[in-house]
């Protein structure tokens, strides 16, 4: 007998994660086909969740258009774990944003605080990088099927985040590039966390899409100064009410205090 979390695979897998299509197709209860099920989930590599398990975080369930599976590599439990905290940054980069996320994820980890990125070049990808490189958890979402990596200098974080760490996406197997899936990914990367730490961003950017959401969902903003030259928007989003992080204990009091 086929169960409701096998339903919810089948529909993923058939619809490539669109969370639209998925729910058009539970709305109108369209037939279940056995023999596409067992076709598409040989293609399945990755281990799953769905909406469904007693497992899946409540933060998730209560964001927007809430993932019905995530499909993953490494250790699930991570989903789960209370300190979290997102780091999302610039792309292109400079020294000193660097620096802050260096700086700092350092002593996070060192507080038992898993980083949760998305893995995109620039400082995603570093604040990965550092969280393993000092011993702690991190936690990779992907706008892109789970086994694809994107982009593909990232392979070797890739896969040490899928040993040591969690990679989850929301898209299976090697569901292409699609640009409008990255905004998309990124109310996973608000819903996860307790707050967001954004050591440098420039305005209309993927960071900025993922204060948004977060601040939507009461999640505080930590942001680090820059200098008054600097072309980032780091100092408008403090003036805007983010809270001025100069080093972790900044980010830990606030969340371990808020209650």
Not at 133 to 159: E, H, M, S
Not at 176 to 198: D, S, Y
Not at 203 to 228: D, Y
């Amino acid at each position: 007998m086929i169960t409701a979390d096998e339903i919810l695979l089948y529909l993923s897998l058939k619809y490539n994660g669109d969370w639209d299509k998925i729910y058009e197709a539970i709305k109108l209860k369209k037939d279940f086909s056995e023999q596409e099920f067992l076709s598409l989930k040989t293609k399945n590599k990755s281990n799953y969740i769905t909406i469904l398990n007693e497992n899946y975080p409540t933060s998730l369930k209560d964001c927007y258009k809430p993932p019905f599976v995530l499909f993953y590599y490494g250790d699930i439990n991570l989903l789960n774990a209370k300190k979290k905290i997102t780091i999302v940054g610039s792309r292109n980069c400079s020294q000193y944003g660097e620096l802050c996320v260096l700086n700092i994820t350092k002593e996070l980890v060192q507080n038992d605080y898993i980083v949760v990125s998305g893995m995109a070049k620039g400082l995603d990808s570093f604040a990965h990088q550092v969280a393993l490189d000092n011993g702690g958890k991190t936690i990779a979402v992907l706008g892109t099927g789970i086994d694809l990596c994107y982009p593909k200098q990232n392979f070797g974080i890739y896969k040490r985040i899928q040993e040591n760490g969690l990679v989850i996406s929301e898209y299976p197997t090697d569901t292409t590039i699609i640009k409008e899936n990255f905004p998309k990914r990124n109310r996973i990367l608000a819903a996860l966390c307790e707050g967001v730490f954004v050591p440098e961003f420039k305005a209309n950017s993927g960071t900025g899409i993922t204060i948004s959401m977060a601040l939507n969902m009461g999640k505080p903003i930590f942001c680090t100064p820059h200098p008054i030259d600097d072309e980032t928007a780091n100092n408008n989003l403090i003036k805007d009410g983010a809270i001025l992080v100069e080093n972790a204990n900044d980010i830990i009091f606030e969340l371990e205090n808020k209650n």
